[in-house]
Nanobody
Framework: VQLVESGGGLVQAGDSLRLSCAASGSTNGIRTMGWYRQAPGKKRELVATIIRLGGATNYADSVKGRFTVSRDNTNDTMTLHMGSLTPEDTAVYYC?????????????WGQGTQVTVSS
């Protein structure tokens, strides 16, 4: 499975931004997709996840009400709509996918996309 993120950039506080993640390769068996982020000097943290079948979502408390994750199973894409951005949202955002194939779980990561929010 290959994951490619797009949509990062430099925005001002209060702006919105949309990130996309496209999955390719052997995508059958992907159970969950999501977004993590890592700010300089900090650990990578969960932002949001979405179950591929059913669409149940989960969000970090810090982004609830501001970010929305969605998926398009037909095109194997996932989108993160980010609103009311603050400088604290500045980080590299990574797409990930959890696949279970023959009972074996595997996790895949994208290369990351930079989001910078200026005050």
């Amino acid at each position: 499975v290959q994951l490619v993120e797009s949509g990062g950039g430099l925005v001002q506080a209060g702006d919105s931004l949309r990130l996309s993640c496209a999955a390719s390769g052997s995508t059958n068996g992907i159970r969950t997709m999501g977004w993590y982020r890592q700010a300089p000097g900090k650990k990578r943290e969960l932002v949001a996840t979405i179950i591929r079948l059913g669409g149940a979502t989960n969000y970090a408390d810090s982004v609830k009400g501001r970010f929305t994750v969605s998926r398009d199973n037909t095109n194997d894409t996932m989108t993160l709509h980010m609103g009311s951005l603050t400088p604290e949202d500045t980080a590299v955002y990574y797409c990930y996918a959890l696949q279970i194939d023959d009972g074996v779980p595997r996790t895949y990561w994208g290369q990351g996309t930079q989001v910078t929010v200026s005050s």
